[in-house]
C-alpha cells in the first residue's frame, strides 16, 4: 500500500480504540467526576513538561539520541486512559499549541504511510484553533513528502510565536507558498541546507531573536560544511536584538550587511568562513553592543584573516567583544597593527568594557592590546597550547591599577600554569574583585602543585581555580 492509496479515517491514527469504550460511573472511576476544566489544567501541566523537554533540544543541549523520546508526546498517551481523558485531550486547544515534527525518520516508521504521519500532523495543528504556536520541523530527505509537510506547516504562519524549521531537502521545482505577515512570532531558527529555498520573514513586528544554521549542525557532519548563503536572509534586521549564526558567513560583505542591519541594542554571534574572507576596500560601520566571532576548524585554515575581518569593520558602540578562532593554531592569527586601527577608528577607549580572546597571539600583542583599553572590566583569556602568553608580564598588566582602574573580573583559561606564585597573588591583592572574580581554569600536564595546595589561600582573595583538562 502506497502512501497516496491510504484513505484517511475519523479517528485518529495512534488511538482509534477509544471511542468504543464508555465512561464508567464516578463511583467506579473517580476521574469521571473531576470537571473537565481542571482536568484540562492538569493535563496542561503534562504537556509543559514536553514543551521544556523541546526547549531544552532546541538550545543544543539535549543529545541525539534523546530525539526519539521528544517524538512521542505525552498527549497521546494521557489520551488512552480512557474516553473522558480523550475527549479532554482533544478538546483542549492549548494543549496543542507545541508541535514537533521530525520527518527525517518516519521512513523508518514501517506500519504507518508516510501521508498518515503527514495527516496527522496537519490535525495537530488544527487542534489548537486559533492560539499561536511553537513549530519544531525537520523535513527529512523525501523531496516529496518534505514540500508537503513545509506547505502544510506554512499554511499557518500567522499564528506561528516560536519556528523551528530544518530544511533538509525539496524538490527543485517547488515554489514557496505566498506568505503574508508574521503578527506573532517572536523567535526563529532555521537550518540550511545548500539549494533549498529560505523562508522570507520580512513583516514579523515581535520578532527579536533569530538563529542561523547550516543543517549539517543538526546531523553532526561538520566536515561538510558549506558556506551558510551568498545572499543576506529576508529577515527585518532592524529590529532582531539577538542573532546567532554558526553557519559559515562567506565573506566581509555578506557579514558587514547583515551586522550593519542590526539595532545598536543587539548582540550578534556569527560564525565566519575565513578561507573565503577578504578585506573590504573600507571598513563598514556596525552599531552594535556585543559582538561574537567565531570560525569552524573545518572550515579551513588561513591564519592572516583575522586581519581582514578587522580591517572590514568599525564598531564605534561596542561594549563586549569576543573573539574565538578555536582551540587550534593557525585558525586565527592576531594583527595588531590591524587591531590598533580598528581601535583607534572606533574609540574603544572609551567604551569597550569587555574582551574574550581566544587566538594565537604574542604575550607582547596581549599586553599592548590591554593597556590600550582603560575602561576595561572583564577579561577573558585562552591560551593556545604550546603558545606562552599568560606569564608573569601579563598577570602584571592585569595587576595594574593604573593601566586598568576598572577591571573587575578576570578568566585565565586553558592555562598551562607558566606564571609565578608571587604573579597571581599579586593579581588578586591588587583590587577588591567582584564574587568569582579571578577564575583560573588549570589544564594539560604538568600542573604546578601549588594550585591545589594554595586554593584555600586563593580562595580568601577571590581566586577560584578550576582543575579541567579541557577549558
Given at each position: 500500500?502506497?502512501?497516496?492509496?491510504?484513505?484517511?479515517?475519523?479517528?485518529?491514527?495512534?488511538?482509534?480504540?477509544?471511542?468504543?469504550?464508555?465512561?464508567?460511573?464516578?463511583?467506579?472511576?473517580?476521574?469521571?467526576?473531576?470537571?473537565?476544566?481542571?482536568?484540562?489544567?492538569?493535563?496542561?501541566?503534562?504537556?509543559?513538561?514536553?514543551?521544556?523537554?523541546?526547549?531544552?533540544?532546541?538550545?543544543?543541549?539535549?543529545?541525539?539520541?534523546?530525539?526519539?523520546?521528544?517524538?512521542?508526546?505525552?498527549?497521546?498517551?494521557?489520551?488512552?486512559?480512557?474516553?473522558?481523558?480523550?475527549?479532554?485531550?482533544?478538546?483542549?486547544?492549548?494543549?496543542?499549541?507545541?508541535?514537533?515534527?521530525?520527518?527525517?525518520?518516519?521512513?523508518?516508521?514501517?506500519?504507518?504511510?508516510?501521508?498518515?504521519?503527514?495527516?496527522?500532523?496537519?490535525?495537530?495543528?488544527?487542534?489548537?484553533?486559533?492560539?499561536?504556536?511553537?513549530?519544531?520541523?525537520?523535513?527529512?530527505?523525501?523531496?516529496?513528502?518534505?514540500?508537503?509537510?513545509?506547505?502544510?506547516?506554512?499554511?499557518?504562519?500567522?499564528?506561528?510565536?516560536?519556528?523551528?524549521?530544518?530544511?533538509?531537502?525539496?524538490?527543485?521545482?517547488?515554489?514557496?507558498?505566498?506568505?503574508?505577515?508574521?503578527?506573532?512570532?517572536?523567535?526563529?531558527?532555521?537550518?540550511?541546507?545548500?539549494?533549498?529555498?529560505?523562508?522570507?520573514?520580512?513583516?514579523?513586528?515581535?520578532?527579536?531573536?533569530?538563529?542561523?544554521?547550516?543543517?549539517?549542525?543538526?546531523?553532526?557532519?561538520?566536515?561538510?560544511?558549506?558556506?551558510?548563503?551568498?545572499?543576506?536572509?529576508?529577515?527585518?534586521?532592524?529590529?532582531?536584538?539577538?542573532?546567532?549564526?554558526?553557519?559559515?558567513?562567506?565573506?566581509?560583505?555578506?557579514?558587514?550587511?547583515?551586522?550593519?542591519?542590526?539595532?545598536?541594542?543587539?548582540?550578534?554571534?556569527?560564525?565566519?568562513?575565513?578561507?573565503?574572507?577578504?578585506?573590504?576596500?573600507?571598513?563598514?560601520?556596525?552599531?552594535?553592543?556585543?559582538?561574537?566571532?567565531?570560525?569552524?576548524?573545518?572550515?579551513?585554515?588561513?591564519?592572516?584573516?583575522?586581519?581582514?575581518?578587522?580591517?572590514?569593520?568599525?564598531?564605534?558602540?561596542?561594549?563586549?567583544?569576543?573573539?574565538?578562532?578555536?582551540?587550534?593554531?593557525?585558525?586565527?592569527?592576531?594583527?595588531?597593527?590591524?587591531?590598533?586601527?580598528?581601535?583607534?577608528?572606533s574609540s574603544f577607549s572609551t567604551h569597550l568594557t569587555s574582551l574574550s580572546?581566544?587566538?594565537?597571539?604574542?604575550?607582547?600583542?596581549?599586553?599592548?592590546?590591554?593597556?590600550?583599553?582603560?575602561?576595561?572590566?572583564?577579561?577573558?583569556?585562552?591560551?593556545?597550547?604550546?603558545?606562552?602568553?599568560?606569564?608573569?608580564?601579563?598577570?602584571?598588566?592585569?595587576?595594574?591599577?593604573?593601566?586598568?582602574?576598572?577591571?573587575?573580573?578576570?578568566?585565565?583559561?586553558?592555562?598551562?600554569?607558566?606564571?609565578?606564585?608571587?604573579?597571581?597573588?599579586?593579581?588578586?591583592?591588587?583590587?577588591?574583585?567582584?564574587?568569582?572574580?579571578?577564575?583560573?581554569?588549570?589544564?594539560?600536564?604538568?600542573?604546578r602543585q601549588f594550585t591545589k595546595e594554595m586554593e584555600p589561600s586563593l580562595?580568601?582573595?577571590?581566586?577560584?581555580?578550576?582543575?579541567?583538562?579541557?577549558?
Amino acid at each position: 500500500m502506497s502512501d497516496e492509496d491510504y484513505s484517511d479515517s475519523s479517528d485518529d491514527w495512534f488511538c482509534p480504540y477509544i471511542g468504543r469504550y464508555e465512561v464508567p460511573p464516578a463511583a467506579c472511576c473517580p476521574i469521571a467526576s473531576v470537571p473537565r476544566e481542571i482536568l484540562g489544567i492538569v493535563f496542561e501541566e503534562v504537556q509543559s513538561i514536553y514543551e521544556e523537554q523541546l526547549e531544552y533540544h532546541n538550545n543544543g543541549s539535549a543529545k541525539k539520541w534523546e530525539m526519539d523520546e521528544l517524538q512521542k508526546p505525552g498527549l497521546f498517551v494521557i489520551s488512552q486512559v480512557c474516553r473522558t481523558w480523550y475527549q479532554v485531550v482533544h478538546g483542549t486547544p492549548a494543549l496543542w499549541t507545541t508541535v514537533s515534527v521530525d520527518a527525517s525518520i518516519w521512513s523508518e516508521i514501517k506500519t504507518i504511510p508516510s501521508a498518515a504521519l503527514l495527516r496527522l500532523v496537519i490535525r495537530n495543528l488544527d487542534r489548537s484553533g486559533g492560539l499561536p504556536i511553537s513549530l519544531y520541523v525537520k523535513t527529512g530527505r523525501n523531496k516529496k513528502v518534505a514540500a508537503k509537510l513545509l506547505s502544510a506547516c506554512l499554511a499557518h504562519h500567522g499564528r506561528f510565536q516560536m519556528l523551528s524549521v530544518d530544511i533538509c531537502s525539496l524538490p527543485s521545482t517547488y515554489q514557496l507558498p505566498t506568505i503574508g505577515a508574521f503578527p506573532v512570532l517572536e523567535r526563529v531558527t532555521i537550518y540550511y541546507s545548500n539549494g533549498s529555498p529560505l523562508i522570507p520573514i520580512d513583516r514579523a513586528p515581535r520578532l527579536r531573536s533569530v538563529e542561523l544554521h547550516d543543517n549539517y549542525d543538526s546531523e553532526y557532519w561538520h566536515i561538510y560544511r558549506i558556506p551558510f548563503t551568498e545572499a543576506v536572509p529576508v529577515l527585518p534586521w532592524n529590529q532582531i536584538t539577538a542573532l546567532e549564526s554558526t553557519a559559515h558567513i562567506s565573506g566581509a560583505p555578506l557579514l558587514t550587511e547583515i551586522l550593519s542591519r542590526l539595532p545598536a541594542a543587539a548582540t550578534a554571534d556569527v560564525c565566519l568562513g575565513f578561507p573565503s574572507f577578504r578585506r573590504l576596500a573600507s571598513p563598514v560601520r556596525i552599531s552594535i553592543l556585543t559582538l561574537k566571532i567565531g570560525v569552524h576548524p573545518e572550515g579551513g585554515k588561513r591564519p592572516d584573516a583575522l586581519g581582514d575581518v578587522f580591517a572590514s569593520m568599525t564598531l564605534p558602540n561596542i561594549q563586549s567583544l569576543e573573539i574565538s578562532c578555536t582551540a587550534h593554531r593557525d585558525h586565527g592569527r592576531w594583527s595588531n597593527a590591524e587591531w590598533s586601527l580598528l581601535a583607534a577608528r572606533s574609540s574603544f577607549s572609551t567604551h569597550l568594557t569587555s574582551l574574550s580572546i581566544l587566538v594565537e597571539i604574542s604575550a607582547q600583542d596581549l599586553i599592548a592590546t590591554l593597556e590600550s583599553l582603560p575602561i576595561l572590566e572583564t577579561a577573558s583569556i585562552q591560551e593556545l597550547h604550546p603558545d606562552i602568553v599568560l606569564n608573569d608580564a601579563v598577570l602584571r598588566v592585569l595587576a595594574d591599577t593604573k593601566a586598568l582602574p576598572k577591571l573587575t573580573k578576570v578568566e585565565l583559561r586553558n592555562t598551562c600554569v607558566h606564571f609565578t606564585d608571587d604573579a597571581l597573588f599579586a593579581l588578586a591583592r591588587s583590587r577588591t574583585w567582584q564574587s568569582n572574580g579571578i577564575v583560573v581554569y588549570v589544564a594539560r600536564e604538568p600542573v604546578r602543585q601549588f594550585t591545589k595546595e594554595m586554593e584555600p589561600s586563593l580562595g580568601k582573595l577571590g581566586v577560584d581555580v578550576l582543575h579541567n583538562r579541557y577549558c
